[in-house]
Each structure stands twice: as structure tokens, then as C-alpha cells.
């Protein structure tokens, strides 16, 4: 449970790195890349491919998690 609320969290930097620096000084983590691709470049394209990979590098996660907290539940 800790590690996906970790990973999650780590993921999701997106706000913190668009609000501290504008998109400038070669800040490059995948959400900012791919909000950049795909509103300022308008490489839709490529922006939809970059949230597919976020999306499919945190779906295992939370499979995972679920899975374990499934386990959990048919212990007690």
C-alpha cells in the first residue's frame, strides 16, 4: 500500500515541477513532457503515446495493490 501511494505520488509531479519552473530550465519528467508535446508542440500523436506509457507504468501498481489488499481481506 505504501509503496503504490509512493509511486503514485512520484508519478504525479506534474504540478509541483509546472509550478516551480514554468516548463523551463530542462525540466523533463514524463507528464510534463507530455502535456508539452501535446498542447504547446501540438504533437497529439506523441502526447497520447507518452500518457499511454504513464498509464500502463502505473496500472501494474495498482494491480498489485489490489491484489495484496485481497489477500489481506480473506486472512482476517
Same mark, same amino acid.
Given at each position: +500500500?505504501?509503496?503504490? @501511494?509512493?509511486?503514485? *505520488?512520484?508519478?504525479? /509531479? &506534474? =504540478?509541483? /515541477?509546472?509550478? +516551480?519552473?514554468?516548463?523551463? &530550465?530542462? @525540466?523533463?519528467?514524463?507528464?510534463?513532457?507530455?502535456? !508539452?508535446?501535446? &498542447? #504547446?508542440?501540438?504533437?497529439? *500523436?506523441?502526447? !497520447?503515446?507518452?500518457?499511454?506509457?504513464? &498509464? %500502463? *507504468?502505473? /496500472?501494474? %501498481?495498482?494491480?498489485?495493490? %489490489? #491484489?495484496?489488499?485481497?489477500? =489481506? #481481506?480473506?486472512? #482476517?
Amino acid at each position: +500500500m505504501v509503496l503504490t @501511494t509512493i509511486t503514485i *505520488g512520484t508519478l504525479k /509531479v &506534474f =504540478d509541483i /515541477v509546472r509550478t +516551480m519552473t514554468g516548463g523551463n &530550465f530542462q @525540466t523533463n519528467v514524463i507528464a510534463n513532457e507530455m502535456y !508539452s508535446q501535446t &498542447f #504547446r508542440a501540438l504533437n497529439y *500523436g506523441t502526447g !497520447s503515446a507518452l500518457a499511454i506509457i504513464l &498509464f %500502463i *507504468g502505473v /496500472v501494474p %501498481i495498482i494491480w498489485y495493490n %489490489i #491484489r495484496q489488499l485481497k489477500l =489481506d #481481506r480473506t486472512e #482476517r
